[in-house]
């Protein structure tokens, strides 16, 4: 099988057209009705209604408190219009920070997750974060485990990464599989 992978010269939003636009017509091709969006603040979730016409939309947003206690990067707005459209925002703790990020602020230590995760990092950053996300969606019932979807991240802002991945639950979390990558940053 021969398939076409996109190398983007720089990282962040300026990809995030082109990453949408490239998954949605990966998802067409291969029949992938579930998209997984990493998205912060919404803007990325809002842009992917367009692209994704028919398929489950699911938007998986930093966890309340992640950047400042009690606070909710997700706008209200974003949020309006995201669901609006049909999509389900995600917000829960972060597969690889959880505890991780408690022992890294208390001990000044790293775990498992930080090694996990900057071992997809080497990749990119939006490859961990896909990882991440597709995990995520299952534990909380909102992927399946037995078929493929599409996970898109990013680097920080926007999306300039994008798989075909088979998610799986957290305690399966070593027999995830990406199986291909659609597009992703030259590091």
Do not use: W
Not at 1 to 17: C, R, V
Not at 38 to 46: C, E, F, K, L, Q
């Amino acid at each position: 099988m021969e398939t076409k992978t996109i190398y983007f010269e720089n990282t962040g939003e300026e990809n995030t057209d082109a990453t949408l636009r490239a998954a949605g017509a990966r998802a067409k091709e291969l029949g992938i009705k579930t998209m997984l969006v990493a998205s912060t603040r919404g803007i990325t979730a809002v842009k992917a209604l367009a692209y994704f016409p028919g398929c489950k939309i699911v938007a998986v947003s930093h966890s309340t408190g992640f950047r400042e206690a009690n606070l909710q990067e997700f706008t209200p707005e974003n949020r309006r219009l995201f669901e609006a459209g049909g999509g389900v925002i995600l917000t829960t703790t972060h597969l690889f920070g959880g505890l991780s990020m408690a022992l890294r602020k208390q001990y000044s230590t790293h775990s498992i997750g930080d090694v996990v995760a900057n071992t997809l990092r080497m990749l990119c950053q939006g490859m961990k974060v896909v990882c991440e996300i597709a995990v995520m969606a299952a534990d909380s019932g909102l992927a399946r485990t037995d078929e493929d979807c599409i996970a898109i991240g990013g680097s920080s802002k926007g999306a300039d990464t994008a798989v075909v991945i088979r998610p799986v639950t957290s305690p399966a979390f070593f027999d995830l599989k990406v199986r291909e990558i659609i597009c992703k940053p030259l590091l």
